[in-house]
């Protein structure tokens, strides 16, 4: 939102003068972002109490390798789509990444958590994905819809 805020003048972002201010799809971007926040909390949370069970040092390199290849530079390649004036030029890379993101994201899942996950921890996961997911989709629908 800080982002928003310093570069909305410069770039092609445009804000109303009546509330929401910010076009359809921020909003949405702000709900499923807290969603996929707050799962992301309370699993961190989860696995903070000693009586749950500690994440083993290969799923924890699983993700950290689906944030730090896939999410930070997704994050980095829409905002700058999103701040350029020719967005084009970032879809094939975003395209990408998306691919490997779901693919690691998919990898954790399917073969870290799939048996051995709580039903409480299986729902803060799917608010964690589904959450990150459809603030995506938002974002995209923004910068190429």
């Known amino acids: 939102m800080v982002l928003l805020i310093a570069l909305g003048k410069q770039s092609n972002i445009h804000f109303d003068t009546e509330f929401p201010y910010l076009p359809w799809q921020f909003v949405l971007m702000g709900v499923f972002g807290i969603i996929a926040t707050a799962g992301g909390v309370l699993d961190w949370r989860y696995h903070r109490n000693p009586l749950n069970m500690k994440i083993p040092k290969k799923e924890r390199d699983a993700e950290a390798a689906a944030l730090g290849l896939g999410g930070i530079p997704m994050f980095l390649l829409m905002w700058f789509a999103m701040v350029s004036s020719s967005p084009k030029i970032y879809l094939i890379p975003i395209?990408?990444?998306?691919?490997?993101?779901?693919?690691?994201?998919?990898?954790?899942?399917?073969v870290f958590h799939i048996k051995r996950c709580?039903?409480?921890?299986?729902?803060?996961?799917?608010?964690?994905?589904?959450?990150?997911?459809?603030?995506?989709?938002c974002w995209f629908n923004y910068i190429y819809g």
């Open 118 to 137: 709580t039903k409480i921890e299986n729902i803060y996961h799917r608010m964690l994905v589904l959450g990150n997911g459809i603030a995506w989709l």
């Open 95 to 110: 395209l990408l990444v998306l691919i490997y993101t779901v693919v690691a994201i998919c990898y954790d899942e399917f």
